[in-house]
């Protein structure tokens, strides 16, 4: 790579930053301390030497123009975004001052509510000096919950872990079902690894009620109804065992409750199936067919089958699948909806929870509208008083955004956002600190689709007087008088201490490995097959068909079909008002709200659209390109009508997540999500979510 460089140039190894299970290994040229260009690692295995539409133009991010790279203090309304710039000292002692004063106020330090997700994945820029700033402090917890914890839950009460088929292994498959994933979207760096598995034979089959561009370049697309899929997995696994697909051994083997499955499957016929998902019943069984006949079929979910009522129920059925058929024998057999358990950094090193008052409470950040709007806080215990928000932007993501940003312009509730852009909610701060990018500073990474861990070294100075999350906490602890050790580690210490742990999978990954190379695979087998044998890290040790948890969770312990929670059946009344079923996925620009004020990548997503299949758009009258709104009970938000046949009828489709500041209404599609909550793990219900559509006269 030397030889092609200009003179005086380098490249330094990186890490994409991003909410993606693919966490790509960048390599960044720099140029008189300018980064210049980046590109994908063409050494890392799963990276392979390309990068995703977004990360493409994180460069172009990193030296936006409109990058905050100064303290601003709001000088105008909450909400207006009217700021002056200040100094760092002026910020701290501000900050300090204010915080110190809730702390020993009546509401006491619980009062103070930390809000971060993956605005960054890295677990020092993420989760180290922030977690042990607001634990020393006595703030309120967050559970984070916003994204993935659904799926999570439905993994653990069946297999014992978010752990699953090994996506390099996907050659070896001889099926391969992409289920409620848009992997050229949401996981492109599997897209190579499917197509070597088709040009060995495999079928590519995408069920998903949208044909995404990931359907179109399928052989099949399965159009289901939205949060109908434990239905259809049940369908399935009721012609399976009807039919003698099913692998006897393997199930008496490495299972747990198989006759309690076979009685719940009987419940579910290909005709009843069909009346619930929309799929014909011929498909139903023909599709059960070739998943039993097939040796080792690989399924990939994604988070957005769980984002409803059932959601966790969903993921669970699905994950019975392979033990079924024992297609986890082999390599390239089994589920993925993440392979995040396998990473065993020393977490509990990083957060320090034990510097955290014992009874301190947990706030769900996906009831953050109620948290902040409701008179006794909505989350029990005080009301929240202060907040500081870093790595994400709840103006815009969080569900039932009207209720968040009716929070937020509380004169009494002082705001801190860590940001690198003016978002929606730095709009609402009372002080914007100026965060660096990935570019500009020290991380570590794991992975949810790979079992690479990969280190992000600075590639740049901090532009202007950005600083590291990790920093910035550093010194508020300091203005703030907190002089306890574990707020004084410096980043390069903090990475040493996130690989520090015993786990024999991390043997490999260590300080030194991860500065030689980059990026260092996990100490696993290959080929890798989590489950081959067995060991399932449930209680049992089995895969667990009947979960014993569940029942003492009060829950049915056997796979079912648990409804959204808006599903038409069950609530006659309100489908008749609302009847379309709004799905807002991300577009294929943006990372949730990340990248929504690039300039090429929002003309690329053009504006808020709205797609409609036609049938759907003649009832209303609706045309292509007319301007709509979209709305239900708790709000509604406009945006451009799109008439496409790749969207299963009934369902309306608004790619996100815009910015509200950026549409012609200031709302976005959130302003139609509710609070309720997933059936386990807590987790928000923003595909479960009926609406009505007319056009702006």
Not at 418 to 433: M, P
Request: neutral net charge; proline residues 7%.
């Amino acid at each position: 790579m030397s030889a092609t460089l200009a003179p005086g140039a380098t490249v330094v190894r990186g890490s994409c930053p991003l909410d993606c299970p693919d966490c790509c290994a960048t390599l960044i040229t720099v140029e008189d301390g300018k980064a210049t260009r980046i590109q994908g690692d063409k050494a890392h295995p799963f990276t392979q030497g390309f990068l995703c539409t977004k990360v493409n133009r994180y460069l172009e991010r990193t030296y936006h123009p409109d990058r905050v790279l100064t303290p601003l203090r709001r000088v105008g309304p909450k909400g207006s975004g009217q700021f002056v710039e200040a100094s760092w000292d002026e910020a701290l002692a501000a900050i300090a001052e204010k915080l110190n004063a809730i702390r020993a106020s009546k509401h006491g330090p619980q009062s103070i509510l930390p809000y971060s997700y993956a605005g960054t994945m890295g677990l020092l820029q993420g989760e180290s000096m922030d977690r042990r700033f607001f634990h020393l402090i006595g703030a309120s917890k967050l559970d984070r919950t916003i994204c993935a914890t659904a799926g999570m839950m439905g993994m653990r009460m069946t297999v014992g872990a978010s752990i699953g088929a090994d996506a390099e292994e996907v050659r070896n498959s001889d099926l391969v079902i992409l289920w409620g994933t848009n992997t050229l979207t949401s996981n492109p760096h599997l897209w190579p690894h499917v197509l070597e598995a088709r040009a060995n034979g495999a079928p590519v089959l995408c069920i998903d009620p949208i044909r995404t561009r990931t359907a179109e370049q399928c052989d099949e697309w399965i159009s289901i109804r939205p949060g109908t899929d434990a239905a259809l997995a049940l369908g399935m696994m009721h012609v399976i065992f009807a039919e003698g697909l099913q692998d006897d051994e393997y199930i008496a083997q490495h299972t747990v409750g198989s006759e309690a499955l076979c009685t719940r499957v009987l419940e579910y016929p290909p005709a009843k199936v069909a009346q619930i998902t929309g799929i014909p019943a011929e498909r139903i069984v023909a599709l059960a067919r070739q998943y039993g006949r097939a040796k080792s079929a690989f399924v990939r979910i994604n988070y957005g089958l769980q984002r409803h009522g059932g959601g966790a129920m969903a993921v669970r059925t699905i994950a019975c699948l392979p033990a079924v058929t024992g297609h986890w024998r082999r390599p390239g057999g089994g589920v993925q909806l993440s392979s995040s358990a396998n990473f065993a950094f020393n977490r509990p090193a990083l957060h320090r929870e034990d510097l955290s008052p014992p009874g301190t409470r947990t706030v769900n950040m996906s009831l953050l509208g109620d948290a902040l709007t409701k008179p006794d806080a909505g989350v029990g215990g005080p009301p929240v008083m202060a907040m500081v928000v870093y790595n994400s932007n709840p103006a815009a993501i969080a569900p039932d955004h009207l209720k968040v940003t009716e929070g937020m312009r509380r004169e009494d509730l002082f705001l801190v956002v860590l940001e690198h852009f003016r978002t929606d909610t730095a709009d609402h701060a009372d002080w914007v600190l100026p965060a660096t990018t990935q570019v500009e500073h020290w991380d570590v990474h794991f992975s949810y689709g790979h079992l690479y861990a990969t280190l992000n070294t600075p590639a740049v100075a901090p532009l202007g007087q950005a600083l590291p999350n990790t920093e910035i906490f550093r010194r508020l602890a300091a203005r703030m008088g907190l002089d306890h050790p574990a707020l004084q580690d410096d980043d390069v210490t903090l990475v040493k201490q996130a690989v520090s742990g015993k786990d024999p999978r991390m043997a490999t990954v260590t300080w030194e490995s991860l500065s030689e190379h980059g990026w260092a695979r996990l100490n696993l087998p290959r080929p890798f097959a989590p489950f081959a044998n067995g060991g399932f890290l449930t209680p049992s040790g089995k895969c667990e068909f009947y979960s014993e948890r569940m029942a003492q969770m009060g829950l049915d312990p056997v796979p079912t079909f648990t409804p959204p929670h808006e599903f038409p059946e069950n609530v006659p009344e309100l489908a008749a008002k609302y009847p379309l079923a709004l799905v807002s996925s991300p577009a294929h620009q943006f990372m949730n709200s990340s990248f929504v004020n690039v300039g090429s990548l929002q003309r690329a997503a053009r504006e808020p659209e709205l797609a409609l299949h036609p049938r759907d758009a003649e009832k209303r009258g609706i045309a292509e390109g007319a301007m709509v709104v979209v709305q239900n009970d708790r709000g509604h938000f406009k945006a451009r009508a799109r008439i496409r046949e790749g969207i299963r009828e009934g369902v309306a489709w608004a790619p996100g997540v815009w910015w509200a500041k950026l549409s012609s209404d200031g709302r976005n599609v959130n302003a139609t999500t509710s609070q309720r909550l997933t059936d386990m793990g807590g987790g928000p219900v923003f595909y479960d979510n009926l609406v009505e559509v007319r056009s702006v006269s």
